[in-house]
C-alpha cells in the first residue's frame, strides 16, 4: 500500500495490509506490556470493525496502562477521564457557558471530544453520568443544549472497571453494556509474565508512560479507516449469518438466562467476525471465528435467571453450552 501524504485519504488496503499493519501494532504494545497476548488481538479486533471494549480486572493488572500503549501505538487524538462518584455529566461532554462579552454561549468541550477514549474504573461513577456515553458510542455525536455535535469517525471507547463484587462501584446500565462489542477479563498473570513484568518494571520509579518504553504511532486515523473499509472484502456466506442468528436467539430462549442478547448483539459478532477472519489472513469467514470470539461479545448481555443464580451457573459455562448446541454450518 502506498503511504498517503498528510492531509490525504489513506489508499486502498487489501489484507494483507491489514494483517500488517495489526501486527505493527502488537509489536509496538509488546514493547511495554508483557502477555495479554488475548486481550490485545481483540482490542484490534474491535478497532477494525469500530467496536467498543470494556476490560474488567482486579486493581494493578494493568488494565490502564494497556489501554494507554495501545492508544500511542494508533496515533490518534487520545482522552482519558477518571471516573468519579462526583463526576457529572457535563464533565464528560462539556457545557456551553455565556460569553458576557459578545453576549453568546460558547462551547467548552469535555474530554469526549476525541479519538480513542479511556473510561478509567467506569463503574465507580452513578448510572446518571455513565448514561452520558449512551449517545456517542452508539451514533459518534453528543447532544448539548439541543445542538448536536459531532465526534470523531474514529471514536472508539476503552472502558475499564473493577469486578462488581468490589466496594465502592456500580453496576453499568444494560444499555450501556449493550453497546460494547467486547468485555474481556484481565486475569492476573502467569508465574513466568509475572517475573518477566518485575524484570521490566521493578528497577523504575514513578509513573510509566508508553513513551518511556520507546512506543510509536505506526499508523493514523486514514489508515485505520482504510483498514475498516477493507472488510468489505472478506465474505460472510448466508450459511454464517444464519449460524449468528441461531445463537443469538438461543439465548433469549434458554431457561437459565433471564434476559438474552440483542439484534445489535447479532450484527456486531457479524462485523468482529470479519476483522477476526481477516487477521487471520481469510477473506471468508468461519464458524471458529464466531466460536472465538462469542464469550466476549456475548458475557456482558446475558442476565442469569434467579434459579440459575442459585445453582451457581456461570455466564461463560452457559455461551460455551450454547455454542456447542448451535449447529454450525460445516
Do not use: W
Not at 477479563?185 to 520509579?205: H, M, N, T
Not at 464466531?290 to 443464580?309: F, G, I, Q, W, Y
Amino acid at each position: 500500500m502506498t503511504a498517503a501524504k498528510p492531509g490525504e485519504p489513506a489508499a486502498d488496503m487489501t489484507l494483507d495490509d491489514v494483517r500488517a499493519l495489526a501486527a505493527a501494532i502488537r509489536g509496538e504494545v509488546s514493547k511495554a506490556v508483557v502477555g495479554q497476548d488475548a486481550i490485545v488481538d481483540h482490542l484490534l479486533i474491535a478497532l477494525i470493525s469500530q467496536g467498543h471494549v470494556l476490560l474488567e480486572g482486579p486493581p494493578g493488572t494493568a488494565k490502564t496502562f494497556l489501554a494507554q500503549c495501545f492508544s500511542a501505538a494508533l496515533g490518534l487524538d487520545f482522552g482519558r477521564i477518571q471516573f468519579t462518584p462526583d463526576l457529572l455529566p457535563g464533565d464528560i461532554l462539556g457545557s456551553n457557558l455565556f460569553n458576557f462579552q459578545t453576549s453568546t454561549f460558547t462551547l467548552t468541550r469535555g474530554p469526549i471530544f476525541c479519538e480513542v477514549l479511556l473510561a478509567d474504573e467506569i463503574n465507580r461513577t452513578p448510572p446518571k453520568t455513565q448514561a452520558a456515553l449512551l449517545e456517542a458510542m452508539q451514533e459518534r455525536r453528543v447532544t448539548l443544549d439541543g445542538e448536536t455535535h459531532a465526534l470523531a469517525d474514529r471514536f472508539m471507547v476503552v472502558a475499564t472497571q473493577n469486578p462488581i463484587e468490589n466496594q465502592g462501584v456500580y453496576p453499568l446500565p444494560e444499555a450501556q453494556l449493550d453497546r460494547f462489542l467486547f468485555k474481556l477479563l484481565v486475569d492476573y498473570p502467569s508465574l513466568e509474565e509475572e517475573s518477566a513484568i518485575v524484570a521490566r518494571f521493578g528497577d523504575k520509579q514513578g509513573p510509566q508512560r508508553p513513551d518511556g518504553f520507546g512506543i510509536k504511532a505506526v499508523t493514523d486515523a486514514a489508515k485505520l479507516g482504510a483498514a475498516s473499509a477493507a472488510l468489505s472484502q472478506v465474505t460472510v456466506a448466508q450459511e454464517i449469518v444464519d449460524y449468528i442468528v441461531r445463537l443469538i436467539r438461543a439465548t433469549r430462549e434458554n431457561a437459565d438466562l433471564s434476559s438474552g442478547a440483542s439484534p445489535r448483539a447479532a450484527v456486531l459478532l457479524s462485523n468482529a467476525a470479519r476483522a477476526r477472519a481477516a487477521l487471520e489472513g481469510r477473506d471468508y469467514v468461519i464458524p471458529d471465528d464466531v466460536k472465538a470470539l462469542s464469550t466476549a461479545v456475548l458475557r456482558h448481555r446475558l442476565m442469569l435467571s434467579p434459579a440459575a443464580e442459585i445453582e451457581g451457573r456461570e455466564i461463560e459455562a452457559l455461551v460455551a453450552e450454547l455454542v456447542e448446541n448451535t449447529e454450525a454450518p460445516r
